[in-house]
Structures are given as C-alpha cells and as structure tokens.
C-alpha cells in the first residue's frame, strides 16, 4: 500500500478535543462501553476502490475487499462514518472503534439501546471482550470517568511511575504523550514539562539533573489522588433498560457471519498513479 498511500486522498477529519468528551458526559452516572470487533474490516470497499488496493502476493496478484489498517484514509473514513452512523444519538461519543455511553439511569439506558440498534441496522458487530455495560466507572481516552468526575488512567500513571531513564528522544516523546493524557490533572504543566519538551528540540543537550528533576516533579504530581469534577444535570433518574439491552447484545451482534451493510470509498488522485503499470490479470479477491 505504499505507493498507492501516495496517492490516496484523505477526507476531512473534525477531531474531537478532550474538552469535547468531557463536556459531553458532565453529571453522567452510568456508563457502557462499546468495541467494534476488527473495525476497519466491517466497512466494505467500492469496486473501484478495490484497484487502488491491488498488490503483489506470493502467486499473483490481490486486492483488499474491505477497509484495511494499512490505507492512509482509514482512520478518516472510520471515523467520519461512525459519526454517521451514530448521528442524532444522545448521551454517546466515538472515537474510531470505541464507544462511550453516559448519562443518568434513564438517559443511560435509552441511548444504549439506540446505539445497539443503529449498529445492528448498519450490520456492525462489536467485540464482547472490550465492552462494558452499566458501570459506575470506565476508562476512556487515557481518563476514568465516574460519577463524580474525571481523574487519571491508574494504568497510565504506574507505567509513568515506572519509567526507568530515558535513552532516546523516542522514548521522551512517548513518555510526554502518555502525561498529556493527564495534563489537567498537573499544575502548571507546561512549567513542569518545559525542560523535557526542550530535549525534543534539534542541538539540545543530554540529561542532566535539570531533567531529572522535572521528570520527578511529573511522577510525583500524578501519584496525588487528583479528581476533576464536572456539572451535575441533577436530573431524575429511574432504572430499567439494562437487561433488555444486554439481550439486545446478545440477539444482534453475537454471530460472526453479518454480512456489512457500509461500504468505504476511497478518493486517490489519478496522476499520481498514472506511472503504474494497468492489472494484465485479474487479481484474486480475499475477504
């Protein structure tokens, strides 16, 4: 697919920021989570799509049937037709293949309920193993989110923890993008950060105590039972819904054989394939 990610054009992507998600979900009480089993595989190509896929196996020649991780459009067209899908659904956000829903008891239940439908009319299948249901707690987006707000990823915070010395800017860069996940939860962050982010700068210095320290000062911020809270809808609530909604789960996305009722385009500029050679048989189709 190199050569043909060339060329592909990538649709424009809205991404969502964390003050989005957060806001989204200010005094929600219940929560369910949801994750597409092998996302990118459930959207199914155009015809035409298909030939920008083409590619040399072993024995011939071969072309992608359905959406694959490796088109640089992917994570575009996944998300752009998730929100699609979803669209006009309370009390639910995406992000690529996870789904988030919150709210009080009631709105909770009824927008689950609708989530699930709208992926079984789009013939969309989630993966049971990565879904929540009717929780007080989840993690989402490097967060837990709860009823009494938002705080750190415990995950996250004892991998930062545990962190032992940094050999490359590589292994900086990933240390400070799995801490920005937990920036509001740090005062003054960017004071904090500013010595390592200076590492990331071309003819900077190695380590040095500087470093250390404020490497330290980010491990000891993020050990602090820290908890952001956000806005109570101090709505009624009543139950029910729950079991319904799992015997929804059970009814609809349980097989393994639901055909896809989505299809993915891909946009590729013409020029820029022009130099390869025309397909001179046909390319053998895998599922």
């Known amino acids: 697919m190199s050569m043909a990610n060339k060329a592909i054009l990538r649709p424009y992507t809205q991404l969502l ?10 005094g929600a009480k219940k929560f369910s989570k949801l994750g597409l089993r092998e996302a990118y595989h459930q959207f199914e190509l155009t015809t035409e799509s298909r030939k920008i896929t083409t590619f040399y196996g072993p024995d011939g020649l071969y072309r992608y049937k359905r959406l694959n991780y490796g088109t640089k459009s992917a994570q575009d067209i996944l998300q752009n037709e998730m929100r699609s899908i979803l669209a006009g659904i309370p009390y639910q956000i995406n992000i690529a293949d996870d789904i988030l ?6 709105e909770h239940d009824q927008a689950l309920k609708l989530v699930l439908t709208r992926l079984q009319d789009n013939g969309m299948t989630v993966n049971t193993k990565k879904c929540q249901f ?10 837990i989110f709860n009823k009494k707000g938002i705080q750190p990823d415990p995950t996250k915070v004892e991998a930062l923890h545990l962190a032992g ?5 590589e292994e900086l860069r990933s240390l400070l993008g799995m801490a920005g996940f937990s920036e509001r939860f740090i005062p003054n962050y960017a004071k904090v950060t500013a010595p390592l982010q200076e590492l990331l700068k071309e003819g900077t210095r190695d380590w040095d105590e500087k470093h250390q320290r404020a490497f330290e000062q980010l491990q000891q911020a993020l050990q602090e039972d820290t908890i952001t809270t956000i806005r109570d809808w101090s709505r ?3 139950s029910g819904g729950y079991i319904q909604a799992l015997v929804v789960l059970e009814l609809f996305f349980c097989g393994r054989d639901r055909q896809p009722k989505v299809s993915a385009l891909l946009y590729s500029n013409h020029e820029a394939l022009a130099h390869q050679n025309p397909t001179i048989q046909l390319p053998r189709e895998r599922r």
């Open 17 to 26: 920021t964390m003050e989005d998600v957060i806001n989204k979900f200010q």
């Open 101 to 106: 829903i919150a709210g009080s008891t009631k």
């Open 134 to 143: 009717d929780v007080e707690d989840t993690p989402f987006i490097g967060l």
């Open 165 to 169: 010395p940094l050999k490359s800017k």
């Open 236 to 238: 009624n609530a009543t």
